[in-house]
């Protein structure tokens, strides 16, 4: 998260990552408005782009070509990007309800939410028809029902009702994508059949006859019928029920007629027209609300109506986003002016298209080039995006050296989270002098440390104490709030504890009373959020202002005498579990170069807001006997802190190593956290470095996690049922990555198994042989006391 600069003087928030408003945040990019903070609140982060998603469907574009990626577009414009879905407006108190996080207040509002099919009128159509809008749900469901086609060996009767440009459009991009599949899985293609229904007397009813001609004749020569001017009344299952024509059987029907509304705007008192869109003004702004403003298909345009076609959100967005722009700083508005006839180019599931304009109507393949050249275009505006300009630093003093001047250049791309820590070698040197009050009731402290500390109270549990605090990595406050809860709760299950109480250290950026007061509110609700799920008391803290949104706690855990896990409790002969996918570091810093896609982003989120706990419980039931949670010194580092506790060896397979989605294509960009250079000091205690660092993924060993999972030791034998038992629980990238054995006479005690193969092997010995493991750690346990005791320290080597 970047240091503010300036206070926030005013909340503009977009509701929906339409057409118009991708506009809206490219201009702002351009030509910020300084105190204004845009808030983007999409349900989903990749935006389809409506021209091309009949390609999508017909395999001619793949998915990024045709989405907008709203992630970079954000962090371009400077932006918060909220993934969430908004369900009311509450005008008094202008604020916006979600569902799924705390109301988020607005000074301007702006929505762009589209609209859906219609199916209230027919019934059956909701149980029993495929809805194609909202777009951005309908490629699963369109996925969905192109397994079921493969499943019935490609026998499937497809019906498409509504024959609109964008029916007739995606009903031939369907056909051609249908029977392509069909035909790769090995099945008869033309056991098919085709129907495109109508209730106009006609195709395409808006268009020109010749325009309506041409589709006509493309449909029959792709043997696809066509009912027109049949009304559907009723749909039931496989089953479509006309007026004034026979019913006809279909095994999927897909339902695109005429649009319809949010439902949640009828509940917000705006001025809505008969059908329920949003009536807007000329100016785009909604009747007696010089607030709130509106575009695309969720609108009634009052000046005149308007066909429900992105061509005219397209062309609403540099107006709206220069009334937005001119309502904030009190200027007059603009009148948004559409455009009588638009131009129209129309594909037909292949590389050949059907235009018109003003009457004229004109085909061919050099029409889908033209209509592919204009629709790259759009999109290059959104997804080809400058470089994000690094942060200014102040002058250097003359008395910086070389090594000094390299140091504070860095300083300014410093990540969050726990990419922020201070590195290991570092934080050693610095405590390696303090010498702690000696108390006979630290179980466990400086002089041997943990992810906790143990403190023996005098009761039945010792007690587990420990704190975190960083710098925000999201520009969420709620969000961040549940991140920040979430990996403080960390060492406390990685001691094998239950989280009792805790407090909050908060340092909020300086602002208008009301703005730190409803981001502080947003943070803390997502954090005791997180909290009360752990059964965790949040039971104080302390607040105070500074340059960057921060948030700690200190926890107190219980843990039973003979039960707390340690990093020192690995043994030979045992299996190293990692419950969750690292890539947090890399990914962040992606993220902020505007480099990480926006889903990306999102599943690092998910993992960041996963709790351990669960896993912790399942770790205890698979015997685990010693237990870290991977956050800012990398999983080698942590695995090095296990190691040196231990005494042992260890293999690690790097390539069963899970991965969150993102993280390979960041790094092989060279895109690292800042506190990589120092966790990769400890890459010497990496007995096959050389062969190590040539691997592709080898820089992920080293990158800080934030909220990261457990690395636990369970017997052998027990841990592949570990492993499905964590996937089941939702942790479905739990994997086995390493084994443990005694301590060899090398002095680097960590091994990279290149190939996964020598993990394999341990594992098959297991599934063939319990007895064999068990004599395999029996050895391993006598070999380790018949060792000498070294004096290398190779966990301290820069």
Known sequence: MEVVKRPVLKDAVLVGAGHAHVAVLRMFAMKPLPGVRLTLISREVHTPYSGMLPGLVAGLYDFDEAHIDTGP??????????????????????????????????????????????VDGVPGAAENAVPVKPID???????????????????????????????VELMLAVERRLRRAVAEA???????????????????????????????????ARGIAVIAGAPVIRVEQKRLVFDGHPAVEADEILWTTQAAPARWLAGTGLTLDRRGFLVVEDTLQAPGHSEIFAAGDTIAFSPRALPKSGVYAVRAGPVLADNIRRALTGRPLRR???????????????????????????????????????????????????????????????LADRQALKEISAIAMRCGGCGAKVGATVLSRALGAIEPASRPDIVAGLDAPDDAALVDTGGEKLSVQTVDYFRAIIDDPYTFGRIAANHALGDIYAMGGEPQSALAIATIPYGLEAKVEADLSSMMAGANEVLRQAGCALVGGHTSEGAELALGFSVN?????????????????????????????????????????????????????????????????????????VTGFGLLGHLVEMVRASDVDVTLAIDRVPLIDGARDTVALGILSSLQPQNLRLRRAIRNLDAASRHPLYPLLFDPQTAGGLLAAVPLGRAEACVVALRAAGYRDAAVIGTVDARSEALEPIAIDLTGAEIAEALAAVSSSGTEVQARGEKGLAKEAERVSRSESWGERP
Not at 88 to 106: E, K
């Open 73 to 118: 577009l954000a962090r371009f414009a400077g932006a918060r990007l909220y993934q969430d879905e908004v369900v009311g407006i509450d005008l008094a108190a202008r604020r916006l309800l979600c569902r799924s996080r705390p109301p988020v207040p607005y000074d301007l509002l702006s929505l762009n939410i589209g609209a859906t099919p219609d």
């Open 137 to 167: 749900g309908f490629l699963g469901r369109f996925e969905e029902l192109r397994a079921r086609v493969i499943e019935r060996n490609g026998r499937a009767r497809i019906a498409l009702v509504g024959a609109g440009a964008g029916g």
């Open 186 to 220: 090995g099945f008869d293609a033309a056991a098919m059949s085709f129907v495109l229904v109508s209730g106009a007397p006609d195709i395409l009813p808006t268009f020109p006859a010749a325009f309506r001609a041409r589709f006509r004749a493309v449909l029959a």
């Open 336 to 398: 948004f002016r559409p455009q009588r006839d638009a131009l129209y180019l129309v594909s037909t599931g292949e590389r050949f298209a059907v235009g018109t304009r003003n009457g004229f109507t004109f085909a061919g393949a050099w029409v889908w080039r033209w209509k592919d050249w204009i629709d790259r275009r759009f999109m290059a505006r959104y997804n080809a995006l400058p470089d994000m300009a690094k942060p200014a630093t102040e002058a250097s003093s003359p």
């Open 557 to 629: 855990g219980l843990v039973e005498r003979d039960a707390a896990l340690r990093k020192g409790g690995l043994r030979p002969g045992s299996a190293l579990i990692l419950t969750k996918p690292i890539g947090t570091g890399t990914l962040l810093a992606a993220d902020m170069r505007g480099k990480a896609k926006a889903r990306w982003v999102m599943a690092t989120v998910a993992h960041m807001t996963r709790s351990n706990q669960a896993a912790a419980a399942i770790l205890k039931g698979h015997g685990v006997h010693g237990a870290t949670d």
